[in-house]
């Protein structure tokens, strides 16, 4: 039964129920029946954790790879002589593929120039035109300029 006011003196064994005093003789409370003053503990500081600095991960700048893109950069004007050129041949070889195959240097011209005007960086489509009727000019003329030739070789076989 701890009580601050209930004490024995340490001096003369008297027992004191009140007062800082001894009763008996008079001697001082001792202190160590005081409460123990409460130590301030220092509070322990605690330890700040250094910010940690969120690792930036840089991230390489991948610079888009820019394509060089001819035909956007290009004017319709690249290679248009080449275009009309290989068109104009084309139709050439059409139109006299009928007539005794003189159309197929014009289509071997056409293709050429359709090359040409393609490599020239030209952007319509027109050199793809000019290499189709070409090609149909070709075609068209060797096909008759053969059946040209065998007429002839019957023709000639039955004459004898
Ligand atoms: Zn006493």
């Not at 409370?29 to 969120?54: L, Y």
Request: net charge neutral.
């Amino acid at each position: 039964m701890e009580n601050n006011s209930n004490w024995i003196c340490p001096t003369c064994g008297a027992s004191n129920t009140s007062g800082k005093f001894c009763v008996n003789c008079g001697s001082a409370q001792p202190a160590a029946a005081q409460p123990e003053p409460v130590v301030a503990e220092p509070v322990a500081a605690e330890p700040v954790q250094p910010a940690q600095a969120e690792p930036v991960y840089s991230q390489p700048v991948y610079s888009e790879p820019v394509y060089a893109q001819p035909a956007q950069t290009t004017s319709f004007k690249t290679g248009m002589g080449l275009a009309i050129a290989s068109l104009a041949c084309g139709v050439m070889s059409l139109c006299l593929s009928y007539c005794y195959g003189f159309g197929i240097p014009f289509g071997i011209a056409g293709l050429i120039l359709s090359g040409k005007a393609v490599a020239a960086g030209h952007p319509s489509k027109m050199p793809l035109a000019g290499k189709i009727t070409s090609i149909v000019g070709i075609v068209l003329g060797a096909l008759l300029f053969f059946i040209l030739i065998a007429g002839i070789i019957a023709g000639a076989a039955s004459d004898r």
